[in-house]
Each structure stands twice: as C-alpha cells, then as structure tokens.
C-alpha cells in the first residue's frame, strides 16, 4: 500500500500518532498527531529527525533506541505501554507498536508504527512508571516462569491493583496479557525460525507441549504446526 495513503488515513485519527522510519530510525512519513504531539508547526519539522533530536532527555532516547532495536534485531514491539512526550511540557501514556519493513530479500529497510493514547479518566501520575517497567520486562522474559503477583510486585503495587490498571489499559486481566504476550512471541518464532514446535513452547514459558498447542489453537484457530505450514505456503 502506498505510504501516502496510509499517512492520509491516519491524519484523520486524532488519538493515534503514526510514523514510518528509513534505516537509521529517522521519520520519513508521519500524520498530524505526531506533529502536534511534539508541538511543532508542520510535518516537514520532523522528517529527516529522530524521536532524540525533537523530544527532550529520555522521552526522546527510549523511543529513538526501541527502534535501533527493531532495526537491528528486525524483532517487532506490539503494544509497549510507555510515555510520551505532548505539548507544551506534559508526558501522556500510549501504547505503542513497531514493525520492521523488509525488501525483497527480507533485509530490514526501516519500520512502520503506531502510538495510541490510553484512554483512561485519570490522571497520568495514576498510572506508576513502575507498570511499564513491569511489562517491558515480560516482554523480554516471557519465558521464564511469571504471575501477575510477581508483574505486580516488579510494578511496586498491588496485586489487585495492577489487575485494574492492565484491566483499563488493556481490557484483559494479567493472566491474559501474560498469554497473549507468549503466544504472540511464539508466532513469531514459528513464522521467522525452524526451531520445533515444542522448542518453541518451551522457549515461550510453555513446558507441557499439549498445553501450549492447546493455548495456540483457542487463540488462532489453528494448531502451531498448522499455523507454521500456513505462513510458509
């Protein structure tokens, strides 16, 4: 589809911030909002820059790192909960999700993304940094043995608390978000690598093979060696 098109739908979408990068992690394509969020008069203010160069102190260097991660390890972000910068001096929490682009020989060229505002009637100081630090970390250790007791006690809060927040965030409790994050990673490495299903299993945290089939199948529809036949068709 054409970048241009695309950057047309998403000036029409208020609360989504939408980009494409080129190699070196600099905005080639963005829409209205991610103009306005940085507080800057036109789109040609942020082409040719990276998130570092318009976004003060670490505002500016996460986002400008998670890409240099996604183009290098050419590995997708889906839905990182994380602050952003909006003007004139006030972070906002979004979810944010990166995919790297491929040429023909599947050569990472750049990636495409979306940033999505949390809706949610509190403030932002409701939800603790300590939640994203939480899930960034599932995100990275999905397959070492998780609850949500222990995401709630890397978040520094409740239990019950945590539920509600990943509740309103996510609309899912933590038990799913912890599925869906090992299910979502074991997608890709059925899709990206020859690894065995049940390498795969493991690998995402699942070490009872029936189980992990059973899981992948009521989220797909398909069983993991099917899923992995039908994306190499």
């Known amino acids: ?3 241009r098109l695309l950057e ?4 029409s979408v208020p609360d989504i911030a939408f980009f494409i ?4 992690g600099c905005y080639q394509v963005v829409n209205h909002t991610l103009v306005e969020r940085n507080g800057l008069a036109s789109k040609q203010d942020l082409i040719g820059k990276r998130p570092r160069d318009v976004c003060p102190g670490e505002l500016g260097v996460v986002p400008s790192e998670q ?3 996604v183009l290098r390890s050419g590995q997708p972000i889906l ?3 994380e602050l952003h910068w909006r003007r004139p001096n006030r972070p906002c929490w979004c979810l944010t999700t990166k995919l790297p682009i491929r040429d023909a020989n599947s050569r990472v060229i750049g990636l495409i993304g979306i940033s999505r505002d949390v809706r949610a009637p509190d403030p932002v100081d409701d939800i603790p940094v ?3 630090r939480a899930l960034a970390w599932l995100e990275a250790n999905f397959g070492n043995t998780v609850s949500p007791a222990s995401l709630a006690k890397r978040a520094g809060i409740s239990a019950p608390r945590f539920a509600r927040l990943v509740q309103r965030i996510f609309s899912l409790t933590p038990t799913q978000l912890i599925t869906k994050t090992r299910l979502a990673a074991a997608s890709r490495l059925l899709r990206e690598t020859d690894r065995t299903v049940a390498d ?3 690998e995402c945290g699942y070490y009872d093979h029936s189980a992990f089939t059973r899981a992948f199948r ?3 529809g398909v069983t993991p060696k099917n899923y992995r036949t039908s994306q190499s068709a």
């Open 1 to 3: 589809m054409d970048a």
């Open 8 to 11: 047309q739908l998403f000036d």
């Open 21 to 24: 990068k080129d190699a070196s």
């Open 67 to 69: 890409d240099a991660q």
């Open 79 to 81: 839905d990182r909960l």
């Open 130 to 132: 300590g939640v994203s």
């Open 200 to 202: 795969v299993a493991v």
């Open 218 to 220: 009521q989220a797909t």
